[in-house]
């Protein structure tokens, strides 16, 4: 842009992260309303989610880590976790809490593998599996988790297993 003597000016036209200036944003009518109506969008699905209905991400995170926990101290499935240290231990929680919150309508961006190259090498057994079904449904129950919510989650677990048992 020039000004009244000719020379180059330059002028700055704040920019959001998605390239729409702000003016646009501000504008009636305008972006501004798109991005609401994304964000409601959004925010409505996420309290209908499997996520919201498990308590978001702090019911999650403590099914999660009552789940491991049990895990570990049980005579069949504590072979697992033999010889690991505690951060190896809870990396793996804080794993699976994300895998959970993505993986039922939360916000999280997933960062560890996926299950069958995670479980890949365990030898994880009919039995393991049955055991470990077993405690799913005790820690939901002290948890409080409603017959519908627990059936979804057992549903979505089904859909895992032939990725995890392969022995
Ligand atoms: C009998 C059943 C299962 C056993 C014995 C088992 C055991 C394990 C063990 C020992 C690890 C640690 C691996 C490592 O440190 O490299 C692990 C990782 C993991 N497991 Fe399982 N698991 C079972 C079922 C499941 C199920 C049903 C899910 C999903 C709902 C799951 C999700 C994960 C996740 C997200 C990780 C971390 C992945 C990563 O390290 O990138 N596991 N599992």
């Not at 200036?21 to 609401?36: F, K, M, Q, T, V």
């Not at 989610?49 to 491991?68: H, K, N, P």
């Not at 976790?81 to 994300?98: H, K, P, S």
């Not at 988790?145 to 022995?167: C, H, Q, R, S, Y």
Request: hydrophobic fraction near 40%.
């Amino acid at each position: 842009m020039t000004d009244a003597g000719g020379k180059m000016r330059l002028v700055c036209i704040p920019v959001n992260r998605d390239g729409a200036s702000y003016a646009e944003l501000i504008s009636p009518g305008g972006a501004s309303r798109l991005a609401d109506e994304q964000f409601k969008l959004k925010e409505k699905q996420m309290s209908d989610s499997l996520y919201s209905r498990l308590g978001g991400y702090d019911g999650i995170a403590m099914f999660a880590t009552t789940l491991v926990g049990k895990a570990q101290k049980d005579e069949l499935l504590s072979r697992f976790w033999t010889d690991r240290g505690e951060d190896r231990i809870a990396r793996e929680v804080q794993l699976l809490i994300d895998y959970l919150v993505k993986e039922t309508g939360g916000q999280m961006y997933y960062t560890g593998r996926d299950m069958a190259l995670s479980h890949q090498g365990m030898g994880i057994t009919e039995a393991d599996w049955t055991r470990f079904i077993e405690i799913v449904t005790s820690v939901a129950g002290e948890l409080g988790v409603g017959p519908t919510e627990g059936g979804e989650v057992m549903a979505f677990l089904n859909g895992l297993k032939a990725d995890i048992v392969t022995a």
